[in-house]
């Protein structure tokens, strides 16, 4: 599995910004989908993630109730999308997959063994 990510950029707080992570290679209709991101000097941290059937969701607290993770399991895409964008949300953002069907959504870097090579995402103040 290949997994692309898209869509970061410079952003003023209180911006929008939409992530798109495109996997190749193999169908991802029944992994699970994640988003992390990582910033200077800082470990990477989990960010939001999403089952298969995308009924279940899961996000840091820091971003909740501003970022919203879906995915289109006919496009192989999911996507993130970043509200009310803050200095403190600057970091890379990686998508990942794994196809482990853990119960609940896994929030540790070493559970997934896909990854996408990151985007930059930059809001400033």
């Known amino acids: 599995v290949q997994l692309q990510a898209s869509g970061g950029g410079l952003v003023q707080a209180g911006g929008s910004l939409r992530l798109s992570c495109a996997a190749s290679?193999?169908?991802?209709?029944?992994?699970?989908m994640t988003w992390f991101r990582q910033a200077p000097g800082k470990e990477r941290e989990f960010v939001a993630g999403?089952?298969?059937?995308?009924?279940?969701?899961d996000y840091r607290d820091s971003v909740k109730g501003r970022f919203i993770i879906s995915r289109v399991n006919a496009e192989n895409t999911v996507y993130l999308q970043m509200n009310s964008l803050k200095p403190e949300d600057t970091a890379v953002y990686y998508c990942?997959?794994?196809?482990?069907?853990?119960?609940?959504?896994?929030?540790?870097?070493?559970?997934?063994?896909?990854w996408g090579q990151g985007t930059q995402v930059t809001v400033s103040s």
């Open positions: 990942a997959a794994t196809a482990r069907p853990y119960g609940q959504i896994p929030t540790t870097t070493t559970t997934y063994n896909y």
């Open positions: 999403i089952v298969r059937t995308g009924v279940r969701k």
């Open positions: 290679g193999r169908t991802v209709n029944s992994y699970i």
